[in-house]
């Protein structure tokens, strides 16, 4: 009778081997629950202007969802307002190389991930993002922000206060770092000291920004509930490595457009621009500002709720009015012409986009899952790289 039920358990655990990992979500991503993905977190408010602002900009427009291990993409088509989307866990920095269309999203949990992304070839004319390949980086790196500079792609090693270059053969190298991190002993690379988190990619490191929450070494961390936030926040420049921006609150996301030098004050809930070494707001927005792209005279600008844990990193910032959000502004005039909300969505951290004529999106459609996995099987089952 013992022999009997053993075997028979045996048998429905072996069944269930037979089950597991059959939807390309899970084998592409290395997560097993990526399939269970709540459709509440899909759904999203956009104002009456929204989708015709991607279609006259001829835009897709990709969104990392950090905590909600997510990456969304936005688009009008001859079928109306599309949303898509493919899990990964933690997604942190996003940034789209447009001549190839490709894209690269940093997977940051531990180990570290980098996926990148190209188009496919399909039986239609046009077809969505898929992933290339991806590699595995130690999770010490805490990477967050992602650039292309030089045809190189970078990243931020947060948990090194370093700027690493991540060559396509895996594994890393330091290639920038402030000098507040030199001491007698060499750099510290040890610990995150500065929560050096975005880089304004320019032609060389050189001309790049970096921005941080603080320039001094402490026993007092970014990541500590004592750790003084308010207007300690700094841009350093990659010529001097020395700050030339000061006053700023736990500052995200800094890009350099039409020669000038912006960046999210994100204790503030603000966005602005740099000038004469100062930093002035041009939007002031619902949530923690952080996610930056520019498409022509529009800068698309995310906005996250506040964890509660990390309040006391947002000084400045409405908790009970925190939306999780894009918003498209105006950044001549700082006039807001359109947003999307996502009522259950809690942060953005990445923003970035690809000429609409390039893809279509990414494999799974927010707006029918079950259609969308069976469609996607028969994609991963069938699909090249362009």
């Not at 039986?123 to 969505?128: D, I, K, R, T, V």
């Not at 920004?209 to 990659?238: C, E, K, M």
């Not at 506040?306 to 950044?331: K, M, N, T």
Request: aromatic share 10%; glycine share 8%.
């Amino acid at each position: 009778m013992t022999e009997r039920r053993s075997s028979g358990d045996a048998a429905a655990l072996w069944q269930q081997h037979g089950r597991d990992w059959r939807h390309p979500a899970e084998a592409a991503s290395r997560w097993a629950d990526a399939a269970q993905v709540d459709p509440r977190l899909l759904r999203s408010v956009a104002s009456p202007d929204w989708w015709d602002l991607l279609e006259s900009l001829g835009v897709t427009l990709l969104v990392s969802r950090e905590y909600e291990h997510l990456v969304l993409a936005l688009r009008s088509s001859g079928r109306g307002p599309e949303t898509s989307y493919f899990p990964l866990p933690h997604p942190s920095g996003l940034v789209v190389d447009r001549v190839h269309a490709r894209a690269y999203v940093a997977s940051t949990r531990n180990p570290n991930q980098v996926y990148e992304f190209g188009g496919v070839a399909t039986s239609e004319s046009l077809g969505p993002l898929l992933p290339r390949r991806s590699w595995f980086l130690p999770g010490r790196l805490y990477i967050h922000d992602l650039a292309l500079i030089g045809g190189e792609l970078y990243a931020n090693a947060v948990g090194e206060n370093a700027v690493v270059a991540l060559p396509p053969e895996g594994g890393y190298v330091r290639r920038w770092w402030p000098r507040a991190i030199e001491t007698d002993a060499g750099p510290a690379f040890g610990t995150n000291y500065l929560q050096l988190n975005s880089i304004a990619a320019g032609a060389a490191l050189e001309a790049s920004f970096f921005s941080a929450s603080t320039d001094r070494l402490s026993h007092r961390r970014p990541g500590h509930q004592n750790f003084a936030v308010d207007r300690r926040g700094v841009i350093f420049s990659g010529a001097t490595r020395e700050p030339i921006v000061r006053g700023l609150t736990r500052p995200h996301s800094a890009r350099l457009h039409a020669g000038r030098l912006w960046v999210d004050n994100s204790g503030y809930g603000e966005f602005g621009m740099v000038c004469d070494g100062r930093f002035e707001p041009l939007a002031r927005l619902a949530g923690w500002t952080r996610g930056l792209a520019f498409c022509q005279d529009t800068a698309f600008v995310g906005t996250s709720r506040v964890l509660p844990r990390f309040r006391q990193y947002a000084p400045g910032v409405d908790l009970d009015r925190s939306e999780c959000a894009v918003h498209a502004i105006d950044w001549s005039t700082g006039k807001t012409l359109a947003s999307l909300r996502w009522p259950a969505g809690n942060q953005v951290f990445a923003i970035d986009w690809l000429p609409k004529r390039a893809v279509t999106g990414l494999p799974f459609a927010a707006s029918n899952p079950a259609r969308s996995s069976r469609k996607s099987t028969d994609l991963f089952y069938t699909y090249r790289h362009e």
